[in-house]
């Protein structure tokens, strides 16, 4: 989760992703079709992201940026806090993800063996319709509203208070079935994103 040269803000400050994505392909010398070719996308979904008609989900924002061997974690950060910084406001934590799916990262994971985020899933967010699937564990406790997750073949609805704990290599996938929006602190190690 690294800077890039050029920062990628909308013009209320908030995170740009279409634009940050245009910087990345640029710095790749890739036109829309050879990003969306080698990421096994098609090429109007390069564009919508570009011009932020879409709003990705991990998964396949996390597949495109695989295809050229761009971490997620990068695409993301502005600037990153010094590794030994312990504390950290809210208005530190790094964006990851912004949308109906918010994934608030605590600090840089690269240097840490565990990566902690600060979720909000809005009514109707989701991780994907493919299903996530990673070498580690994950857990997390709902802080508010009501979260449905997959594991496998096991889904529960997870309420204020409600956790989970599993091992990551099993398709999983996170959604808000319900109409608040969902918070939910949870940890992933070894980090993922």
Do not use: W
Request: proline residues 5%; aromatic residues 6%; contains cysteine.
């Amino acid at each position: 989760m690294h800077a890039i040269e050029k920062t990628a803000e909308d013009a209320d400050g908030g995170f740009n992703v279409g634009e940050r994505l245009r910087m990345v392909r640029h710095q790749h010398g890739l036109s829309q079709r050879a990003l969306a070719m080698k990421a096994g996308v098609t090429h109007s979904l390069v564009s919508l992201i570009e011009k932020n008609k879409v709003s990705p989900s991990v998964a396949s924002l996390k597949k495109i940026l695989e295809s050229i061997s761009y971490p997620l974690t990068d695409f993301f950060a502005l600037t990153l806090p010094p590794v030994d910084q312990i504390f950290y406001r809210a208005d530190e934590l790094v964006p990851l993800s912004t949308g109906t799916l918010t994934l608030l990262q605590v600090g840089d994971a690269k240097s840490h063996s565990v990566q902690i985020f600060h979720e909000f899933y809005e009514p109707g967010a989701d991780s994907g319709e493919t299903m996530l699937q990673h070498d580690a564990e994950e857990g997390g406790v709902v802080v508010a509203g009501e979260l449905e997750l997959t594991v496998g073949g096991q889904t529960r609805i997870l309420r204020k208070g409600d956790a989970y704990l599993f091992d990551s290599r099993l398709p999983h996938r996170y959604r808000n079935v319900g109409t608040e929006r969902c918070e939910v602190v949870s940890a992933c190690t070894p980090p993922y994103l």
